[in-house]
């Protein structure tokens, strides 16, 4: 596409999220706000799993940290929704650095086992000290601002998600995204070259479970309710669907796929219960025809036009 | 203080010997060939020499420092680096970023610069490959994805390169281009080089000595004229033959 | 090319836009319901649409609608989860914008959605949402119309434990909100009445409970108050009964009611289901008045077969109520409608629905209406308590 | 004193059904380095099919479970040839393909089952005094027996056979194979299908005692992962030592630490065993 066009596009879609607040109803504007955090929860795991080849399923669980501990702190010790959220994010941190340590050597499936068996027991735990984070009645937490607006949460949750997409796309521009790919394509040839290929895996989870932890402190704090439903496999997997059918491994992708979703989500919920199912088979099918999502048959399209 | 120097290195897959006690020095500036019958162990020796795999006896050291428990990406930043037998380029990247992978194994990540470009930009030209520079590796050929390696391999600075059939494949008159190509690797970046190849004629050209293996073993090493015409290597080559 | 994309462009845009149109003037009023159509406790949901149905039968029918206008349900899933209820509960006041919303059958799901019944001043009236903590709000917007977890322990189990002279109690109690809230009330209870009993909890997915159960041999009690919902109650009685425990050593008491009504309840539990017990609201041998007889008659008439599951008698209630109080305030104001609902004094099928209105505890905007002790003999319902209603003798 | 022992006993036997449970991942991760996460939902299609066909066909419950378990055998090679074929050597493809497979079938279950527990009847009734000391009950044993039984033969088939030896030589090395005349495509389908069928024997054995719901597969593949992954990817004997460990370790943490934290003490180990020892107590090779 022409430079020009990319440019009035960008510009346009921009004012559109700015204006949307005005012209949204409240029920709107929140399904806009779930989107932010699922552009975010999509765009870190596509870090992780697009570009380095890793599939964690403890994204969802890292959410879960990000929000219980920001929530835990906001409740015990009065601490501000938004530095609960830096504190949520770096225990998320913290913790995504202790189960890389563990895990991120043996690669693989072994990653992917682990980090499952990380999150289910973390859901156990939280259900089990029920004393402590209210176990499956879930916490109450206060909003993420002094005052209840959704139009302001939006502005704050756009801007965060900008952010988040800011520095996924410089990492994914510098030396280190380029290593990323390296390993990902094929880790012996990368480690042939100087790539520490456990360091770069690490730092790719990492940063995608910072990520993840402050996307769920914020989201925590919106709902103004922390469930261990954050952690389940559900969430994991609507975040999986997003990246898949969006197109893993591109910039646009995960966000082209939430909106996709979450749009979808709910225009078809009267058909509720069967959404997932729905879901389940655009990404089932997109898995098998089209491995590269609908960004890969867009550009396919593109070439095709073009050529 | 000797430049590579293999000692007595075992490697066994369950069972098998794949590499049954080899001993060998190489010094700086040479142009070494490593023949011998399929399932010899020649590739066996290059992955335990770049440190894919651990050696499970013997000691390797270079330039004086003992490279034995190295990683890979350590061996590559103490200077050796490597193609393989299969091609292994990064295919879902242009050329350019290929060469650039090698760069910031050797470097770090210092981001893009000028500097940086006109270098990968220089090697790609090198190797020929400058029409592609923004080609993702796997729309390739064959000859073109060997040659990547080579330029990739070449922008971690290596002082010894280790080549693993570079001309299978390829005609008479591509041959001659690989073996101009391998010549300049050595004289213009001066780069050691040890070279596995099955095609022995254009190999007798450019190699300066040869190491055979056969089973595990190293079987003989010397003047490549010499070597061709020992007993030895002509036996475990009609051996080969007689498969 | 370019025509198509002319077409598809502006067709996307308004079908975007389309969704975000306020809701055109309403015809009818509309009353939100929430409760679990999907997950584990999907059969509340079946019993729900039931009573919505027989309650809107009398509202529209012979009531002849509310304040002019025809009366309409909409139901919202909660998957029995929170942040499920909560969105939906928010959609239903955003989107669907209806006047008032009855239901609930998860406390957790019914905790979530008090906050935002209070953000959005919408009368919210909970029919079987046991957490004391519900009320214990003092919520201006929310009512209870449905038995808490206080009620339930201190007027009918430990009643029942007394009036019978059970001598050791085992309680097992699933690690939820519910399941540790109900059980911290019975030791309490079980404590000030000089009772021995011991606790032990217990996942409530789990499927296999041997360990807990031998556990409980261990203590040999003469009954034990399964504080599980769901299907993991099931396990537990069937296991109960291969380990010899019940009914041979002891009763169970089965705290939480409609598993032991739910159809898959003989299929799960075989003959080992006999002489178990459990909590339940209804029965069709006790009516309480002419509105639960005129329900009962309904439910037959409409769906061919006994009502089952009492959980549809509950919504059909908090219904009735709604569509009073809706009435009584004369029109959908939310502040009058709860002022109407305060002065609530309606005849309903579980008995005449009055609000406590001290606040302070969980009595406020709470009305316990009563509940029955029911055993399982030979697949027929014996109602055994309390003992002024009882329809036959305990077996043990 | 009683108390152990009788927590061991359990834990024991509830070993070898975690073991039953896990073969099929075990085989299939083996032969072709594809963990099948949508293994719970195969259990779970056999538990629904042996209880469709006992109870709407009136068939007798054992010849039930023998359809269905042909019947989930059917689907493996369909979902092999379908779904899993393109993704060979790309483990990231298939775990991802498999994942997204379990969530179909969870709601397709939720769609047409309901979510309502479905249970075979029982084959036998009754309890057993074991040792003197406490009752079990007979289908739990007769369970035992079945997941032992398919264990055993198994064991003989991997070891003994023909398909046995051709399916270890494509899992050594699919080139050496296919050079000395195996069709590795056919190997692999046929083992996929044979992964499958383990997993719907255990749903078929197991679902009179667990009566199967659309979501029990989670905690079925949850166990088999930890299973596996305890025992060694591969690894058919480490499976059911990993098993039986799993059974132990369950049962007395949740007999002396607390038993709402069952589920948890599998994890725990797996996370243990992994960091002394990534690949397993019997790993034969790191995936």
Redesign the interface.
Known sequence: MPRRRTQTLQLLMALGLALFPF??????L?TGI?CLFYIMMASSWNLLAGYTGQVSFAHAAFAGVGAYVSGLAAIHFHLPPLLGALLGMAVAAFLGLLLGVLCIRMGGIYLSLTTLAFSEMLRIII??E?EFT?????L?VPFILPV?SKTTAYFLMGAVTVAVLCVIRSIVRSDLGTAFRAVQNDETAAASLGIHVVKVRLAAFVISSTMAGLAGALYGHY???I?P??LSLNLMFFVLAIAVIGGMGTFVGPIVGAIFLE?LS??I?IY??FHVLLFGLIALAVCRFAPQGLMGLWQRRMRA?SS | MAFLEVQNVVKRFGGLVAVAGVSFEIEPGRIVGLIGPNGAGKTTLFNLIAGTFPCDEGAIRFCGEDLTRSRPYHVCRKGIARTFQIARPFHEMTCYENVVVGLIGRDGFRGETEARRRRVEELLEFVGLKDFMHTEARHLNLIQKKLLEIARALATRPKLVLLDEVLGGLNTGEILKALDLIRAIRDRFGVTILWIEHVMGALMQVVERLLVLDRGRLLCEGEPAAVVKDPRVIEAYLGEADD | ?VWKKVVTVPVILGL?LA??L?AHAAETIKIGVVGP????A??TGAAFEEGIALALDVINGEQGGVLGKKVEVVFE?T?G????A??GF??LI??DQVVVTVGESH??CA??EV?IAD?YKHPLIIAEAW?DEITAKNSRYVFRAGPCNSGVVKDNLLGFVKDYGFKRVAIVAE???WG?GIKKLAEDGLKAMGVEFMT????R????H???L??I??FQPDLVLAFIYG?GV??FIA?AN???LFPKKALILEGAGPPSL???FW??V?DAGNLELFLSRMHSKVDFNPVSKKFREAYTKKFGKEPTDYKSRSVYDVLLIAADALRRAGSTDSEKVVDALEKTNLEVGSGVVQFGLEKGDYRYHQWQPPMLIVQWQNKEQVVVYPMSVKTGELKK | MQ?LL??CT?GLL?GVIYALSALGVSLIVGIMNVINFSHGELYVLAGYFSALFARALGLPVLAGAGLAVAVVFLFGLLVERTLIRNTYGNDMASLIITFVLSIVLQNAY?LIF??????PP?WV?G?TRLFGL????N??LAALGAGAVVIAVLFLVVKKTWFGKTVRAVAQDREMAAMVGVNPDGVNMLSFALGCALAAAAGVILAP???V?P??SV?VSLTAFIVVVLGGMGSLGGCVIGGLILGLVQ?LG??YV???Y??FFGFFILLLVLTVRPTGLFGRKQL
């Not at chain 1, 012209?23 to 709107?28: L, M, P, V």
């Open positions: 012209f949204a109803g409240d029920y709107w929140h779930i259900d089990n029920y209210r176990g499956t009645m879930g109450s209840y709902h103004q309710l469930t439903e954050i749009f709910e225009y919920r509720g219960q036009l | 090319m975007c969704g975000f306020p159509r999907t997950g584990p999907a059969a899933d998957g989860t929170p942040e499920k909560a969105s928010e959609k955003t989107k406390s957790s905790l979530a906050p953000r957490a690690n939820t909100d540790l032990v909890e217990t996942e997915q789990s499927q296999d041997y360990t807990e031998n556990k041999a261990a299907f099931h396990y296991q291969e380990t010899g739910w159809p898959e299929q799960n075989g | 108390d009788l927590y359990n509830l939720l309901g979510p309502y527990p479905q249970k029982n009734d309890s406490f009752y079990y009950g289908q739990r005692i667990f009566p719901t979501t029990v905690g049962n949740s007999a607390s038993s709402g069952k589920h």
